[in-house]
């Protein structure tokens, strides 16, 4: 199983920009998916995640309001749309799978087994 992500950057606060994790070896309409992040000197934190049907969906406080996670079944390809992005946003981006099929969402980064590489975002004020 592979995880790849993509589409960070840099950018200046208030602006936005969408992640990309595309799957190979799962077909993500069977199992949930994660997005975490981690800032520098700082532990990996859970951003969001989506249901394995992709009609649920769960967020942290401090992205809530201004990320949405959603799923392309067809692309494989889970999304992270983040808008009104902030300073305190800077981190490496890690989309995360739950090999669980029909599994719950959850946001303990233990209960995902399958791990992106990452992709960096970076807000400059």
């Known amino acids: 199983v592979q995880l790849q992500a993509s589409g960070g950057g840099l950018v200046q606060a208030g602006g936005s920009l969408r992640l990309s994790c595309v799957a190979y070896?799962?077909?993500?309409?069977?199992?949930?998916m994660g997005w975490f992040r981690q800032a520098p000197g700082k532990e990996r934190e859970f951003v969001g995640a989506?249901?394995?049907?992709?009609?649920?969906?769960v967020y942290a406080d401090t992205v809530k309001g201004r990320f949405t996670i959603s799923k392309d079944n067809a692309r494989n390809t889970v999304y992270l749309q983040m808008n009104s992005l902030k300073p305190e946003d800077t981190g490496v981006y890690f989309c995360?799978?739950?090999?669980?099929?029909?599994?719950?969402?959850?946001?303990?980064?233990?209960?995902?087994?399958?791990w992106g590489q990452g992709t960096q975002v970076t807000v400059s004020s």
């Open positions: 989506i249901s394995w049907s992709g009609r649920g969906t």
């Open positions: 995360a799978l739950d090999d669980v099929r029909f599994g719950t969402t959850s946001s303990a980064s233990h209960e995902y087994d399958f």
């Open positions: 070896g799962r077909t993500l309409s069977l199992f949930p």
